[in-house]
């Protein structure tokens, strides 16, 4: 059996949008710079399936404004393409054939809240485009993740929010508690979510019955007591809490360096360059190694509380 391991794969750190929060720091215009080109990016992908058992994150900034992410997929193996998931803003054409999309492991757009206003309070436009893109894809037979930042804006209407994007069509609501990384250090407090927010999540979670979406709230550490406190009224209502154990972790960077943790991306850097992988499994299986010392971090997910439709 290969190792787990979790990546985090930037291939651009161009955006469309100049999210309030953005994890990665990009930047609105900024001009594409990226190091990676096609080739680099599929040698990558490879290299990693065939040494471990992945979970790649493949994002930006905004990798559709990329003009070769169909053509990287295109040339990947079937058994890569199940290991990615790819996630987009929703605001850019996705010239992507749509078979393709579906042999992904997952397909992600970002959103804050189900409401333009929620949505734009910390993303400068897009709902409407997101929740369009989104829509078209479903309608022609496309499992789309909604992935949901949990933050004091919308945990008051927790329940309302995810029976919206569940009525939509969604066929997974991902939520996370929003944390203070990359552009996101320097929001307000106000912004971040915090121990009342997760605690209002929890305890509308175990009031509300997916009807066709798998639902499922990530969280770390420090919010632990908060779910042991709700866990059996949690269970009551269909909800399975899962322990993550610790996993190898490494991020790509759009330009080829390599550090650990998506918290971290352009920190503690392992690696100048990630060079090319596929002919160097020895010195892939160093960086991996050296991920393992670096400790946890406080952002990093230690439990996921999930509901499959129709629970309870």
């Known amino acids: 059996m290969k190792p787990k391991l979790d990546v985090h794969l930037y291939v651009t750190a161009a955006c469309n949008l100049a999210c309030r929060h953005c994890y990665y720091d990009a930047v609105k215009g900024r001009p594409s710079a990226d190091g990676m080109t096609t080739a680099d990016i599929v040698s990558i992908i490879t290299a990693l399936c065939a040494q471990y058992d992945p979970d790649i994150h493949m994002e930006g900034g905004e990798l559709f404004l990329r003009d070769d992410i169909g053509a990287v997929l295109a040339a990947l193996p079937a058994e890569c393409l199940l290991h990615l998931t790819l996630t987009t803003n929703g605001t850019v054409p996705i010239g992507v054939d749509r078979t393709l999309l579906a042999r992904l492991g997952a397909f992600r757009i970002s959103f804050e809240g189900h409401t333009a206003t929620l949505h734009g309070r910390l993303r400068d436009a897009g709902f ?51 944390q203070a990384v990359g552009r996101g250090i320097a929001l307000d407090h106000t912004f971040l979510a915090g121990e009342g927010d997760v605690a209002q999540a929890l305890d509308a979670l175990a009031g509300f019955r997916p009807m066709r979406a798998l639902v499922s709230l990530n969280l ?53 360059r990630i060079g090319d992988l596929a002919a160097d499994a020895e010195r892939l299986a160093d960086l991996v190694e050296r991920s393992t010392q670096v400790p946890r971090g406080e952002h990093d997910s230690t439990s996921m509380v999930v509901a499959r439709p129709g629970a309870r």
């Not at 485009?129 to 309608?139: D, F, K, S, V």
């Not at 009551?236 to 790509?252: D, F, K």
């Open 220 to 272: 770390p550490a420090r919010f632990e007591s908060f779910l042991a406190a709700r866990r059996a009224r949690l269970a009551a209502a269909g909800y399975a809490v899962h322990a993550l154990a610790p996993t190898p972790n490494l991020t790509i960077n759009h330009d080829g360096s390599v550090g650990v943790s998506p918290w971290r991306a352009t920190a503690a850097a392992l690696s100048d």
């Open 128 to 178: 409407e485009r997101a929740l369009g893109t989104a829509t078209g894809l479903m309608a022609q037979g496309l499992p789309v993740v909604a992935r949901v930042s949990l933050w004091p804006g919308n945990a008051p209407v927790m329940a309302e929010m995810v029976e919206f994007f569940d009525r939509a069509g969604f066929a997974r609501v991902a939520l996370y508690p929003l």
